[in-house]
């Protein structure tokens, strides 16, 4: 079973910086696409970037200019550098991947990000 595990979340201030990591279990080569998620409560999960196989990104215009999605294949790891954040990109990051081969999207568990002074 292929897990994906993210880590990194946590409280942070507003205007602050804030790194989420997640590892995949096998090769991160074996997803053509890779990116993060999130949910805030009671709203619906919405897209906040992806990064595909030969590294392009596609972006939430929410977070445009102050996230960047990144990958390290040798490390089977995706990254989100999330920078100038505000309250309202409080919510469960969640990241994702799908495996072109066998047609199947993968979630982490999720990790919370509390933007509060």
């Known amino acids: 079973q292929v897990q994906l595990v993210e880590s990194g979340g946590g409280l942070v201030q507003p205007g602050g910086s804030m790194r989420l990591s997640c590892v995949t279990s096998?090769?991160?080569?074996?997803?053509?696409?890779m990116g993060w998620y999130r949910q805030a409560p009671g709203k619906e999960r919405e897209l906040v970037a992806l990064?595909?196989?030969?590294?392009?990104?596609n972006y939430a215009d929410s977070v445009k200019g102050r996230f960047t999605i990144s990958r390290d294949n040798a490390k089977n790891t995706v990254y989100l550098q999330m920078n100038s954040l505000i309250p309202e990109d409080t919510a469960v990051y969640y990241c994702?991947?799908?495996?072109?081969?066998?047609?199947?999207?993968?979630w982490g568990q999720g990790t919370q990000v509390t933007v509060s002074s």
């Open positions: 994702y991947g799908h495996d072109l081969r066998r047609q199947d999207d993968y």
């Open positions: 096998e090769s991160i080569l074996r997803f053509n696409r």
């Open positions: 990064i595909f196989t030969f590294g392009s990104t």
